[in-house]
């Protein structure tokens, strides 16, 4: 079975700063996908950033990026430039190739202090 | 982006009624939806996958019988909560499936808040 593991429950970053929150999977599938989801008080998932396993580069959108180590199973993600609006709860999750429902991990809180 | 309208946002309900919750996709079509449940402070955690005009797929140890899922249009799935306990208080979300030209893509509701007293 896949698994989904994040290792940080809380994390806190001063605005404008840089955190990396971290990510690590179990798969045995060559195929397969990997996100990012931010989760705000509201509790509306969003989608953050996406990665494809076969492609070696990393995945960035605007702030966000990623640091995909396919080998050693990682996945973690960057914030460049926090801003307050970033403070949320962050999942990573998983799906293979022909699946399409989602394993998440347990979730990053993320504090984004002045 | 694709829209997915989940309702109600939040429900209070006592024990032992059924409540129901929909999920709609407001400008795409979905042929297969999924529901999700978060207890606090937690993870999602996949319930079933809903697939239009056919049953859903259940996850290990999720009760088919309490946890009714009808999805009988390309827009809509309900989950109803029948014979609703204290226990099964959480947040319920809902997701749909959306095939875009370069890659498939997951759209959420805003979920529903469950109260059992």
């Known amino acids: 079975a896949q698994t989904v593991t994040q290792s940080q429950p809380e994390m806190s970053v001063q605005e404008a700063e840089t955190v990396t929150l971290s990510c690590t999977y179990d798969?045995?599938?060559?195929?397969?996908?990997l996100f990012w989801y931010k989760q705000p008080p509201s509790r509306q998932m969003i989608l953050v950033i996406r990665?494809?396993?076969?492609?070696?580069q990393n995945a960035t959108e605007n702030r966000f990026s990623v640091n995909f180590q396919k080998a050693a199973k990682s996945f973690s993600l960057k914030i460049s430039d926090s801003q307050l609006g970033d403070a949320a709860m962050y999942f990573c999750a998983y799906r293979t190739g022909t699946a399409s429902k989602l394993t998440f991990g347990t979730g990053t809180r993320l504090q984004v202090t002045l | 982006g694709a829209v997915v309208s989940q309702h109600p946002s939040r429900v209070i309900c006592k024990s032992g009624t059924s409540v129901k919750i929909e999920c709609r996709s407001l400008?795409?079509?979905?042929?297969?939806m999924f529901w999700y449940r978060q207890f606090p402070k937690q993870s999602l955690m996949l319930m079933a996958t809903s697939n239009e005009g056919s049953k859903a797929t259940y996850e290990q140890g999720v009760e088919k019988d309490k946890f009714l899922i009808n999805h009988a249009s390309l827009t809509l799935s309900t989950l109803t909560v029948t014979s609703a306990h204290p226990e099964d208080s959480s947040f319920y979300i809902c997701?749909?499936?959306?095939?875009?030209?370069?890659?498939?893509?997951?759209?959420f509701g805003s979920g529903t808040q469950l109260s059992v007293l």
């Open positions: 990665q494809e396993a076969y492609k070696q």
């Open positions: 400008d795409f079509q979905a042929t297969t």
């Open positions: 997701s749909a499936r959306v095939f875009g030209p370069a890659s498939e893509k997951l759209f």
């Open positions: 798969t045995s599938e060559s195929d397969y996908y």
